[in-house]
């Protein structure tokens, strides 16, 4: 089969090598599209150190199952599906609770940390658990499905925050997460929600996707601008969607005392926090890690265009213009959002 192969950091082939051969509790699926996440660009330059070379990077994938392991029974060859990008074990305590985020032998499609390798969806072929593949409506087109993985990050992060009604929120971060939560904390209770970026074109997609009200400026601007429109006290909920010191300074900052600051986004290794704002105003910080099993309820709202997709789609290739959209995405290119690779 033809597979993406990060060769080294910052270079890409396509290579011929084997199909993968499945477990008994396993699918082969024939990859259909496979989004270009934020994480595989940065593993792409070695940035998060979590795409350790050689790898066959992509987890946001939809496709057709081509064949399935002896003991599998609810899938059968030419289901249309998708698949979660957490592997779980589905046998720790984790696990056994529903948390399978959190499953104590976790791996994740397309990551190479030094603990694991686990080749990816940009690929024509992957072999995954039938336990984290879930099926597709037959209306359901497979390049909306390679958007579920990330549309279930936000609805993950949306359920576990405590959102009171009448809740504010404000998103920091106009990526593709922070626009897919936009829409999330909207959907299960914010009546107002606002997002922050230093990028105007992703602050108008905001607009157009139902932000309140969108802030362009520096970390002190902000702020400001966010306790003008609470009355001065500050958002209830701040949803932190980079992943990098300032924006988390800025989120814990734009939160009023009592408030909570989630955390999705995972770039910086390490970052510092200002421990006694945090104490003293009682802030709950709440770290979101992936899904737990949301992708069935993330279809649903998508069918409803309650989450929309279609305005995030910068655009849809074919696997072997690869390295281009990589190196495009990695040089920022204004206006680039999400690029889908079809094998």
Not at 265 to 284: A, F, T, W
Not at 328 to 334: A, Y
């Amino acid at each position: 089969m033809r597979a993406l192969l990060l060769e080294k950091y910052n270079q890409l082939e396509l290579r011929d090598i084997p199909i993968p051969d499945p477990g008994h509790e396993d699918v082969l699926i024939r990859v259909k599209a496979c989004g270009i996440c934020g994480s595989d660009v940065h593993g792409y330059d070695g940035s998060t150190g979590r795409r350790i070379p050689p790898l066959i990077m992509g987890h946001e994938a939809s496709g057709i199952v081509h064949s399935a392991g002896r003991d599998v029974r609810n899938f059968k060859p030419g289901d249309r599906v998708t698949f979660d990008s957490t592997i779980s074990c589905g046998a720790c305590r984790f696990c056994a609770a529903g948390a399978v985020n959190l499953c104590e032998k976790r791996q994740v499609l397309g990551v190479s940390c030094g603990e694991y390798r686990r080749n990816g969806a940009f690929a024509e072929y992957v072999s995954v658990p039938a336990r984290i593949v879930y099926a597709l409506p037959d209306e359901f087109s497979f390049v909306h499905a390679a958007l579920i993985e990330a549309v279930s990050v936000a609805v993950h992060a949306a359920k576990i925050t405590e959102i009171r009604p009448g809740s504010t929120a404000v998103v920091i971060g106009a990526g593709m997460i922070g626009l897919l939560s936009l829409q999330a904390f909207r959907h299960y209770g914010c009546d107002r929600v606002f997002v922050v970026d230093v990028d105007e074109t992703r602050l108008k997609m905001a607009r157009e996707l139902g932000a309140t009200d969108t802030f362009f400026g520096s970390t002190s601007e902000i702020v400001s601008r966010v306790l003008d429109v609470t009355d001065g006290r500050g958002a209830n909920i701040a949803v932190e969607a980079v992943g990098a010191q300032d924006p988390i300074n800025t989120a814990i900052e734009c939160v009023c005392s009592g408030g909570t600051v989630t955390l999705i986004g995972n770039v910086s290794p390490k970052v510092e926090i200002p421990l006694q704002r945090v104490v003293s105003r009682q802030l709950r910080l709440l770290g979101s890690c992936a899904s737990a099993g949301e992708y069935p309820e993330c279809i649903s709202l998508m069918q409803k265009g309650e989450i929309r997709v279609e305005p995030l789609i910068s655009a849809v290739a074919p696997l072997s213009d690869a390295p281009q959209w990589f190196e495009r995405l990695h040089s920022h290119e204004p206006g680039l959002m999400k690029v889908v690779l079809e094998p």
